[in-house]
């Protein structure tokens, strides 16, 4: 075996202790059906000298009988170990294969190629270090090398090698291996990734694998083994954020009571001043408890025991970190999901939310957009659907201590659980950005009437003119109005998204949003209602003072209300459009269940069954979503607005 030295022989405790100072480096194998992945292992096994004797007569024995390469050994069966996979000659499942070198340890994730096993992808990638990512240079990037690739970017997979296998298919050509190389740097350059380097080898012969392949004189890189052993993933880690989730509560005797867990971020010593999170209770480290006596200081991935120098209040799922570097503690976050169950994703249900040591109930309360994998484009969507990824907000039942994901994966990861079925049904990467929920607070407004008198209008020193030639257009407010479920928040995200694109300034004041903060005070009784568009009309006044375009996707269902809107903001600037769409259709769409609880009286004064909507009698624009797509609706408002937007 490559990884013995002399001191085996001589000195087996140095040996050990050599063997464990070793780095270990994380990695996987990924890319489309056929690439040859399991076989890219199998040879680095092999001309690595990292087999067995009884693993390779075995492997020699199934390679007649299940084997793709005739009587010969077939590599790619060393991690096909199920019955089904050497049968259809594909990998299923995630087999994962220890092995080490003189220089550092692996742990090497094979993961499946097909569509219908990205889950099982995204669930090797989630903790490694490095991907090797293989292209067949027959059939150059594909579908499924751009949907891993964006996977391994999206799960912060810093180093990638691009593998460009079979190069004895094509001939070994130079030009083959450089047009493929250009077309996925095209494809790269949209996705966070770290470093990437490309090889060209041919796995089944060994080719730039271990060896250097003298069939391809033309490249002058580095051979994948070399690539393996040198990738520098120290500075990978952060040690600068301590994140301390607590796992379990020591208490062997009367005078000891220990927090265990594994150090997710950061270093921690003895001495250093600490906060546990909810409580904020503060004190200090007293010791770092090992079973081999105690350490000086602690970093990822130590598994340690901490003491404190007070008696404080914690708990299993408490986070312990530093004061003033806190991570984010909310109840609302953002996040990128991918959804790994057969049924979709329900927008509203409640499933379990389990991250770090805890599980809290939460729901998805909404799903943002979709991504296109081909175009990384971000799609409109209601829901996800199997292997389907989408940035979501997230309502939990109580507050997390969270961060990024690609600022700490431990304490930025999470799944969703299903509380009848207890399957893994997503994985999710909070995004460092709250949602606009985050304005909630249970602190409720002043009581009506009361109004200051003592106050006057101050004038701006800078002129509304000089704002619309500073920012290249005129503010405009557009005031979407319609039934729950009629279109309106979809069709203003469209709208928005082409303005920003096109560079202009723009801001959305969703009703749902608002009333998470600005008006968390304001129930739905009429009187209720008129204020919460008092307030949003305010609120886009302000706005559009600035110089910016408001998008207001609001129910509104009051033509009085909305008057008085166009009063406030003014009717130059004030667009009415009715989303004017069908009762019936709205009900039948019902992706948050509101209509049903309506129904049922779990709602009161829920529009349009409990409650009135006055229809606009003439607004600046009538949308009918019944037979239109939201991409249409959008582009009939934006040629509706284009010459009153310039300045």
């Not at 070198?101 to 219908?116: L, M, N, V, Y």
């Not at 002058?220 to 993933?233: A, C, P, Q």
């Not at 954020?241 to 005078?255: E, G, H, M, N, T």
Request: glycine letters at 8%.
């Amino acid at each position: 075996m490559s990884h013995q030295s002399s001191l085996i022989s001589t000195d087996i405790e140095g040996y050990l202790a050599q063997h464990e100072r070793k780095e270990l480096l994380r990695l996987l194998t990924c890319g489309s059906v056929d690439d040859g992945k399991s076989t890219l292992i199998g040879r680095l096994l092999y001309d690595s000298k990292l087999i067995y004797e009884d693993q390779l007569d075995a492997v020699r024995k199934d390679s007649k009988k299940h084997g793709t390469t005739g009587d010969d050994f077939d590599p790619a069966l060393l991690t096909d170990g199920l019955k089904a996979e050497r049968e259809q000659g594909i990998t299923i499942d995630v087999a994962y294969r220890y092995f080490s070198t003189a220089k550092r340890k692996f742990i090497i994730a094979d993961t499946p190629g097909h569509e219908q096993y990205t889950r099982n992808m995204a669930t090797g990638a989630s903790t490694c270090d490095l991907a090797i990512i293989l292209i067949d240079a027959r059939h150059g990037v594909l579908t499924q090398t751009r949907r891993h690739s964006f996977i391994a970017s999206l799960l912060g997979i810093r180093h990638v090698i691009v593998a460009i296998n079979k190069m004895d298919l094509v001939g070994y050509e130079q030009a083959t291996f450089d047009r493929i190389k250009g077309d996925y740097s095209e494809f790269a350059s949209r996705l966070t990734l770290g470093d990437v380097d490309f090889i060209p080898l041919c796995a089944l012969a060994g080719e730039n694998v271990v060896h250097r392949s003298e069939k391809m004189p033309w490249y002058e890189g580095s051979t994948l083994m070399h690539m393996l052993e040198n990738v520098h993933i120290a500075s990978d880690r952060n040690l600068l954020d301590l994140r301390f989730p607590v796992q379990l509560v020591s208490r062997p005797s009367p005078d000891f009571r220990g927090f265990q867990g594994t150090v997710a971020s950061g270093t921690v010593r003895p001495g250093d001043e600490v906060m546990v999170l909810p409580s904020r209770t503060r004190s200090r480290v007293k010791e770092i408890v090992t079973a081999d006596g105690n350490l000086s200081e602690a970093t990822p991935p130590f598994a340690v025991t901490l003491t404190l120098e007070d008696e404080v209040d914690v708990s299993r799922g408490d986070v312990i970190v530093r004061p003033n570097n806190e991570p984010l503690m909310t109840q609302y976050l953002e996040a990128m999901i991918v959804w790994m169950a057969e049924a979709p994703l329900e927008p509203g249900k409640t499933y379990r939310v389990k991250q770090l040591c805890q599980t809290t109930p939460g729901r998805v309360a909404d799903v943002r957009y979709r991504m296109d994998i081909n175009t990384l484009r971000k799609m409109d969507a209601e829901t996800l659907h199997l292997n389907e990824i989408g940035r979501c907000t997230i309502e939990l039942d109580r507050a997390i201590a969270f961060d990024s994901y690609r600022k700490n994966r431990a304490t930025g990861a999470f799944v969703v659980i299903d509380r009848l079925t207890n399957d893994t049904v997503g994985a999710g990467m909070a995004i460092d950005r709250l949602p606009q929920s985050r304005l909630r607070s249970d602190r409720l407004a002043m009581p009506d009437g009361r109004k200051s008198k003592n106050i006057r209008v101050e004038a701006g020193s800078i002129q509304p003119a000089e704002r619309h030639a500073t920012l290249g257009q005129r503010p405009l407010t557009l005031w979407f109005t319609g039934l729950s479920g009629s279109g309106k928040s979809s069709i203003a995200r469209a709208v928005e998204r082409t303005l920003h694109e096109a560079g202009r300034a723009t801001f959305s004041l969703d009703g749902d949003n608002v009333r998470f903060g600005l008006n968390r005070d304001l129930g739905f009784s009429k009187d209720d209602r008129k204020e919460n568009i008092r307030r949003i009309a305010e609120v886009a006044n302000l706005f559009n003072e600035a110089g910016l375009i408001v998008l207001v996707p609001v129910i509104s269902p009051y033509r009085e209300d909305r008057e008085n809107a166009r009063g406030v903001i003014g009717a130059d600037r004030f667009v009415e459009i009715h989303v004017d769409t069908p009762l019936a259709v709205c009900e039948q769409r019902d992706v948050k269940g509101l209509y049903k609880r309506a129904r049922t009286g779990e709602i009161p004064d829920f529009t349009g069954i409990s409650a009135p909507y006055e229809a606009p009698e003439s607004p600046e624009l009538r949308l009918g979503t019944e037979s239109r797509t939201i991409d249409e609706c959008a582009r009939q408002i934006l040629d509706a607005i284009e010459e009153r937007l310039k300045p």
